[in-house]
């Protein structure tokens, strides 16, 4: 039986390099293998913060839209929106209740995003047991996520064990996939990951040129005048070569040697044109999809079709198990 692929994205805004590095990139390069697909705009979960109802309608058109564009293919993977495919909740619900307090309240991005000033809704702090039933409902192999989602990812274990331990066998432990850019940094402060919340140091795939060459031209680097990656030590320009190499398919080591003795705006302005034109096709794809909102909406629609009996069919399974039927 092929293996089974989950992620998600939240669409709290556009998608940025991070988002395409850290987990997109992958995504796309599993359609090549033998796994089962489902990808899906997590709309539940971008709504723990608080938002505007037309925007986020228009955040979660777009977020479809950059997937697509991104070269997500509906032939080959479940496309879909988390929303419409109710099976997620009522599972989460069933998982709520093997999961404790104690463990929601350690998870680090809730303590950020309380420590940021969002509200601590319910929803903020139950965020993590949505995102396991996202995983768990169809019996996952494997999850292709950014570093940063390392704990949640963990925290669907412990769930999953707690509830085959109390009622038997029922769920599939799903392993994380991280690759080489699993965690993207800011291009204005490398010491912390790029984010839609700093949006200078964020690039989105929408950016025109002439915001990519200035945003990688401003690019936060050190005092030194010599390009050489060490991550710890020159957060900066190690990022700015990760994000090169990831682009280009060169070697960090082969782009220093191309880059000896260069200096920094020689770098820059040689990733900013390696930028543009990679998200060239993407943005040419974007534009289009942009204006087929009922053909973009139909796909999502079509996925939903897919997806539903297959979650459904898991929750029997579990209510059965937990004495519901
Ligand atoms: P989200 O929407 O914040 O991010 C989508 C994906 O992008 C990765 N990512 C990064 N990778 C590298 N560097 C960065 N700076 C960076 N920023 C974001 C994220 O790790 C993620 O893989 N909770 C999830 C959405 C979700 C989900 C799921 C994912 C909901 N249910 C089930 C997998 C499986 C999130 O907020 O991702």
């Not at 998608?15 to 090549?32: D, F, R, S, T």
């Not at 991104?70 to 879909?80: E, T, V, Y």
């Not at 669907?156 to 699993?182: C, M, V, W, Y």
């Amino acid at each position: 039986m092929s293996k089974i692929i989950v992620s998600g994205l939240k669409p709290s805004g556009e998608l940025h390099i991070g988002n395409y590095l850290g987990a997109i990139k992958q995504l796309v390069e599993l359609q090549k293998k033998d796994y089962k697909r489902f990808y899906f705009i997590a709309d539940y979960h971008a709504l723990t913060t608080k938002y505007d109802p037309k925007e986020k309608r228009e955040q979660i058109f777009n977020m479809a839209v950059d997937a697509l564009a991104s070269g997500i293919d509906p032939k080959k993977s479940i496309i879909f929106l988390q929303s419409d495919v109710p099976a997620h909740n009522n599972l989460a619900w069933l998982l709520g209740t093997v999961t404790s307090s104690g463990q929601l309240n350690r998870m680090i991005e809730y303590k950020e995003k309380v420590q940021a000033g969002h509200v601590p809704n319910a929803g903020l702090l139950n965020y993590p047991i949505l995102m396991a039933a996202d995983i768990l409902i169809y019996d996952a192999n494997f999850v292709p996520v950014g570093e940063d989602q390392r704990q949640h990812l963990e925290l669907t274990r412990d769930i999953a064990e707690t509830f085959n331990g109390r009622f038997g066998k029922t769920f599939q432990l799903p392993n994380a996939l991280h690759n080489e850019t699993s965690r993207v940094m800011s291009l204005s402060d490398p010491t912390k990951k790029m984010s839609k919340t700093m949006p200078n140091g964020c690039l989105f795939l929408s950016d025109p040129p002439k915001v990519v060459e200035k945003k990688i031209m401003s690019a936060q680097t050190d005092s030194q005048t010599s390009i050489s990656f060490d991550p710890k030590k020159r957060p900066g320009v190690s990022n700015l070569l990760s994000i090169y190499s990831s682009i280009s398919g060169k070697s960090t080591e082969k782009l220093v040697k191309e880059f000896e003795g260069k200096g920094y705006a020689g770098f820059k302005k040689s990733l900013a044109k390696e930028m543009v034109a990679f998200l060239k096709p993407l943005q040419t794809k974007r534009k289009k999809l942009l204006k087929d909102r009922r053909g973009v909406m139909k796909i999502l629609e079509a996925g939903a079709k897919k997806a539903n009996p297959i979650a459904e069919k898991k929750l029997a399974e579990v209510k059965k198990r937990a004495g519901l039927i």
